[in-house]
């Protein structure tokens, strides 16, 4: 598809910038995510200059008349949003801040209406690496730790322990700046773009892309707040319910208690066992995708291209 063509949209999310490096090259990157007029999301990617460009002027929920970059069929490895397309932003592009006239879907807005929830329950059938939003009461809070992957970098984490009224608990695990959030009193927590893991048999990462919201006030929300503090009170003064919940993370308790510095790198054999204290592994192995062949692409307004398949941006340059 060509390079010619143009959009109203709003940013919806802006991930921060991160490196990366292949066999004969190297550098760094930028994702965002975009809403338009029809309501189709679509992602695109910022490398290198074009990353020093826009980093700063790009605002989250800001509407932006955009054009020119590359349309690329999408790739599913890393993908946070269902399109079949997405946006790699070159130096032809243009993109300027517009008034914001309402004709351009928002984003979160205390509605339900954003995300597709699984119950914390659910999550024993989903297969690793699936993408999904969840909601749930913040049960318990980690210390902050770090981990080197495998390109060098030292990432933030923290482990939570979510539970909901499906009567299971859970690990998450927080990376990036999110881990310095305040988590702490129980809120109801919703995270969007979050990724089944199977580390210690059932957990889930929010990596950098995820979304995370604190104190959501709409009636779901609302009714899993009621529901613990009902549990709470129920414990008469304890610093927990008595409640037993089924826990799907293995060693959950002790999990939660401590986050060594530790080097989390990608296992040569994926049949390998992965060593306890390289828990919740960011880099673990995705499931491979079938191989498919090259489908055409035909020049189109870009709303007309969605379909039900993720959307990978970082295409590897």
Known sequence: MGTKWRIKARLIKKSERRSWKKDRSEGYLMNVEMIDEDGTKIQGTFFKEM????????????????????????QVKYATIKNEYCIVFEKNTK??????????????NDSPNCFNFVSVGQLEELKPMEQID????????????SATIKNGEVRKRRNLVLCDDSNTSVVICIW??????????????????ARVSEYFLK??????????????????????????ECLMEEAEGASQPKQEFKKLSENQDE????????????????????PKQNFLNPEEEKPKDKKSK???????????KQKSQDCEAADGQ
Not at 212 to 222: D, L, P, V, W
Request: with cysteine; charged share 30%.
């Open 294 to 304: 090259k489908k055409a692409i035909t020049p189109a307004k870009i709303s007309d």
């Open 255 to 274: 999990l939660i208690k401590m986050i060594p510095s530790s080097s989390v790198d990608r296992l040569k054999n994926p049949e390998q066992e992965l």
């Open 176 to 193: 990036g700046d999110k881990v310095n959030l305040n988590y702490e009193g129980n809120p109801v927590i919703a995270i969007k773009n």
């Open 95 to 108: 993109i300027e801040m517009i008034d914001d006239d309402g004709s351009v879907a928002g984003g979160f």
């Open 51 to 74: 990353v020093d460009k826009y980093e700063l002027l790009l605002k989250e929920n800001a509407v932006y008349m955009i054009a020119g970059g590359q349309i690329k069929e999408s």
């Open 203 to 228: 957990s889930v990462n929010a990596f950098e892309d995820a979304r995370i919201y604190i104190g959501c006030e709409f009636e779901r929300a609302k009714d899993l707040k009621l529901w613990y």
């Open 134 to 145: 969840i909601l749930g009461v913040i049960q318990k809070v980690g210390p902050l730790g």
